[in-house]
């Protein structure tokens, strides 16, 4: 029953910003995980940032800190990733994924990025940084 509709993919010149959202729905427990992951073609498929539902902790993984942001709208429960000084190796397709806190057997801070933790997942969305 949870759902996950990404959107806000597209073209963007290197140097240029990008917000993806991800609506939410269907969750019948308070503590879950959002979390954002791409692939790239002849890549295997990346983490990105996560976020926990309850407390809105935040983890990212080492190339994207600084960068990309991952925020929670509760009026629209949707999830961002806000994508800042794209360049064209971030050129690939995103995913929002989910899971229930209680499913995981380690701190959420060493699976966070595992693509394994997630049991649900979005369609994907194109996002493709060219000039």
């Known amino acids: 029953q949870v759902q996950l509709v990404e959107s806000g993919g597209g073209l963007v010149q290197p140097g240029g910003s990008l917000r993806l959202s991800c609506a939410a729905s269907g969750f019948t427990l308070n503590h879950y995980v959002i979390a954002w992951f791409r692939q790239a073609p002849g890549k295997e498929r990346e983490g990105l940032s996560a976020i926990l539902s309850s407390d809105g902790s935040t983890y990212y993984v080492p190339s994207v800190k600084g960068r990309f942001t991952i925020s929670r709208d509760n009026a629209e429960n949707t999830y961002h990733l806000q994508m800042n000084s794209l360049e064209p190796e971030d050129t690939a397709v995103y995913y929002c994924?989910?899971?229930?806190?209680?499913?995981?057997?380690?701190?959420?801070?060493?699976?966070?990025?595992?693509?394994?933790?997630?049991?649900?997942w979005g369609q994907g969305a194109q996002v493709t940084v060219s000039s």
């Open positions: 994924a989910a899971t229930y806190l209680y499913t995981l057997r380690s701190p959420l801070a060493t699976k966070a990025h595992d693509a394994d933790t997630y049991e649900y």
